[in-house]
């Protein structure tokens, strides 16, 4: 299993740390004693969480032109038309992906195109399913032209327990469908704006991947 580069420090020093617990729980804890055997175990399992939440999965990305990716694994939590009032001011169509702690948390580009616009806001750590933490978390917003001819705009949303953003993006940044765009750490949201002629393919309670499922396409629906 691939460790992604943003988790390596943290599993390292964990690793040193449960290394010393247990060392310290083998000298002082009777072996008869419950703890002598359940301590140890608690941190393995704690251990092997954090490897596998910064785990990085190899993944085939299927490029297509005409459809916008999910830019994170996790689940629909909102799926309709609202207000964008950060860069566009006016109504969007808004997929709002929420991460939990089991979720691989490496983020992605949708579609190919250029960013054109990339903003940090600092803000509260409300739990990322709450609709205000759209706008009132601390968030990064990128917003790109995509080869497809239209704007999008994501934002990578801070939640209660996720403190540390990572974004790879910067204004005039070319991109491709796909390529790394960032790391949330310890579970929070992403949310995607695309225009109001997108056809949306997803809805509230589905589960989505980064990079391998089409959430929307460019155009209306012919039919």
Wanted: hydrophobic content about 45%; overall charge positive.
């Amino acid at each position: 299993m691939k460790i992604h580069r943003e988790g390596r420090k943290i599993v390292l020093v964990s690793a040193a740390i449960i290394f010393l617990m247990t060392a310290l729980i083998v000298w002082f804890v009777p072996s008869g004693h419950w703890l002598f055997y359940a301590a140890p175990g608690v941190l393995l399992v704690f251990f092997l969480w954090i490897l596998w939440f910064f785990r990085s999965p190899r993944r085939s990305i299927a490029r297509q032109s005409d459809a916008i990716l999910s830019p994170a694994d996790g689940k629909i939590v909102f799926s309709g038309t609202t207000l964008e009032e950060n860069f566009f001011g006016k109504e969007m169509q808004k997929v709002s992906i929420f991460m939990s702690p089991f979720n691989v948390h490496l983020n992605r580009y949708p579609a190919d195109g250029k960013i054109i616009s990339y903003q940090y806001h600092p803000g509260k750590y409300m739990v990322a399913w709450h609709p205000k933490s759209s706008h009132k978390n601390e968030r990064n917003v990128l917003v790109m032209n995509t080869d497809g001819g239209k704007q999008i705009l994501l934002s990578q949303i801070a939640g209660t327990i996720a403190r540390r953003i990572v974004c790879y993006g910067e204004e005039g940044k070319e991109v491709e469908q796909g390529q790394e765009l960032g790391f949330i750490k310890f579970g929070s949201r992403v949310d995607i704006y695309l225009p109001t002629d997108a056809k949306v393919l997803v809805k509230r309670g589905d589960k989505v991947k980064a990079g391998l499922d089409v959430i929307a396409t460019n155009g209306t629906d012919p039919s």
